[in-house]
């Protein structure tokens, strides 16, 4: 028998279609068509196009809340959370584009804003750990909210198909560099070695292809 297929796993195949194509001009065929699945099992899941969307966003901030409870495990080391918070920052842009946002915001507004506040409280917490980390001596002091700053900025500069032809440069290596440039900015010099830096680049990888 075939396992029936949960709601999550239609949401992860249009993933890469709405960080692309706005959702709002998407119809329920095509929605059907990227889900690889019938109009009649979409309606199975889903009530309507508006629901879809919901869930979507929903999605999204569950996958926040999950990484505000990982930066708050004080049994996983400052190093190991500081590697994932920076693969958190990449999956957010790669997935929460520019496009989407901004069709969100014009068309969905309740659900922006729903969105807006998971990501805001992200940036609390994730403040809250770094200059945790500072106090402990393993971090550089630095201005954690700019530090923050810099991964949203600089890696949705990344996703445009302009940066890498105009830098000569693949998207894996722009992002593998900005993060070496960020543990270098960030932990105090002993704690470099200590670093294992083989688990992020497979992890980037893994990201890169799903949106390819």
């Not at 889903?46 to 929903?58: A, G, N, W, Y």
């Not at 805001?120 to 994730?126: E, G, H, V």
């Not at 700053?149 to 830098?167: G, H, K, N, T």
């Not at 993060?179 to 670093?195: N, R, S």
Request: aromatic share 12%; hydrophobic share 40%.
């Amino acid at each position: 028998m075939r396992k029936p297929v949960s709601v999550d796993q239609y949401i992860e195949k249009i993933k890469p279609v709405i960080r692309r194509n706005k959702f709002s001009q998407l119809k329920i065929d095509d929605i059907a068509k990227y889900m690889d699945i019938s109009k009649v099992t979409l309606y199975k899941h889903f009530s309507s196009k508006d629901e879809i969307i919901q869930r979507v966003v929903m999605y999204y901030i569950n996958y926040l809340q999950g990484a505000d409870t990982f930066v708050k495990d004080d049994s996983v080391s400052y190093v190991e959370r500081f590697q994932m918070t920076f693969l958190q920052s990449l999956i957010c842009v790669a997935f929460i584009s520019d496009l989407f946002l901004n069709d969100l915001k014009e068309f969905y507004p309740h659900h922006f804003e729903d969105l807006a506040a998971a990501q805001q409280s992200r940036i609390k917490n994730l403040q809250t750990f770094f200059e945790s980390g500072m106090k402990q001596k393993i971090f550089n002091k630095l201005n954690a909210v700019l530090f923050m700053v810099q991964d949203d900025a600089v890696l949705r500069r990344f996703m445009e198909p302009s940066f890498s032809i105009q830098y000569d440069v693949t998207l894996k290596q722009a992002i593998m560099d900005f993060y070496k440039m960020k543990e270098y900015q960030l932990l105090k010099p002993e704690h470099l070695d200590t670093v294992d830096d083989s688990v992020i680049e497979k992890e980037v990888s893994k990201v890169l292809q799903t949106i390819s």
